[in-house]
């Protein structure tokens, strides 16, 4: 699976996107690097140029960080001084094949895709890469529940709440330390397959019963749901992690009256892993840009 013939630009980023340019160049596509001139490494088959340098015609795809633009329509790189603008006009200027890679979107990057009619990927949105990336953010909890807690995992009692890709892995990796993990979902088949791992099932209407005795709540649900209500049920010594994208599912405001530590721990693979957050995602992108190549063939 080679990349040859293929332009790709990469915008901006963080130490992830190296991890994507060695990957990219290793499968011989010719890249455009925009927002790295601070890095010293050279790359082979890479230029670094800047945005107004870029050949929009001639790219087959580009490839935004993780966050993809700013709101307002600018693109971070923390390789470069200069915000770099990420604009429909430039867009314009390619062919209609070009695809646009980002791990999310918001409302800018949404507009501008929808004007220009360009295919976006969110990589963040694929299963395969969801559960990738929920490797790392277990390994991040762990990291803080162990700076925030005078007392083991192993033996602790563990609420973990929601059972997708991360609640999964967080629940199985916390049980596997020795932790007493139960996991608290709403579907019939998730509460099911929380039994089937060997973990004690509740349902989240019962979520205020079941933080009375716990040391440590994981919260992976993106709603409201660890609310001041549940707080106050909590012992006084419960350490909340929330884990769910902003604003997470906690009422911080209410915890912090009631003296409960809860923290915010979004982007936890960038932070402690970024090499192998890198990998994950450049080895998706690899196998989505072979795919965009064989349809490029087939098309000829
Ligand atoms: P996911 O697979 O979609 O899982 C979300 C879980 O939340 C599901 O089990 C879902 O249950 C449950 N849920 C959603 N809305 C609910 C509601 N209103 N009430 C009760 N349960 C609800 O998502 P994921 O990949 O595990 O990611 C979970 C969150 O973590 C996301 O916000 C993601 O952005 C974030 N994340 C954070 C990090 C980090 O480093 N902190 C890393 C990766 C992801 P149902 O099936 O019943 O809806």
Redesign the pocket.
């Known amino acids: 699976m080679m990349l040859t013939g293929m332009h790709v630009a990469i915008i901006g980023g963080d130490a992830r996107q190296l991890e994507v340019i060695r990957k990219l160049v290793e499968l011989d596509a010719k890249l455009s690097l925009v927002g790295f001139d601070q890095l010293a490494h050279h790359f082979t088959r890479a230029v670094k140029l800047p945005i107004d340098e870029v050949d929009f015609a001639d790219l087959d795809a580009i490839i935004l960080p993780v966050h993809g633009t700013t709101l307002d329509g600018n693109v971070n790189s923390v390789f470069s001084q200069e915000p770099i603008p990420f604009t429909e006009e430039m867009v314009q200027k390619t062919m209609k094949r070009c695809t646009i890679y980002s791990g999310i979107s918001n409302s800018y990057l949404d507009d501008l895709v929808r004007k220009t009619g360009r295919k976006h990927v969110q990589l963040?949105e694929r299963d395969d890469v969801?559960i990738y990336?929920?490797i790392p953010?277990a390994e991040?909890t762990i990291m803080m529940v162990i700076q925030h807690t005078d007392f083991t995992i192993h033996g602790s009692h563990v609420a973990v709440?929601?059972?997708?890709?991360?609640?999964m892995t967080v629940a199985r990796t916390f049980a596997a330390l020795g932790a007493k993990v139960k996991v608290g979902?709403?579907?019939s088949e998730?509460l099911a397959r929380i039994t089937e791992m060997g973990l004690v099932p509740f349902h989240?209407n019962d979520l205020e019963k079941e933080v009375r005795d716990i040391d440590i709540c994981i919260n992976?649900?993106?709603?409201l749901?660890v609310t001041a209500s549940v707080i106050a049920k909590m012992p006084a010594h419960t350490l909340i992690i929330d884990?769910?994208?902003k604003p997470g599912g906690t009422d911080f405001r209410y915890a912090e009256k009631r003296g409960v530590k809860a923290i915010l721990?979004?982007?936890?693979?960038g932070v402690v892993a970024p090499k192998t957050a890198g990998q994950i995602i450049a080895n998706v992108l690899a196998q989505l840009l072979y795919q965009d190549l064989q349809k490029r063939e087939e098309n000829k």
């Open positions: 963040f969801a990336n929920s953010t991040g709440l929601g059972l997708g890709r991360v609640g979902a709403r579907r998730h989240l992976t649900i993106p709603h749901i884990l769910a994208s721990a979004p982007g936890l693979p």
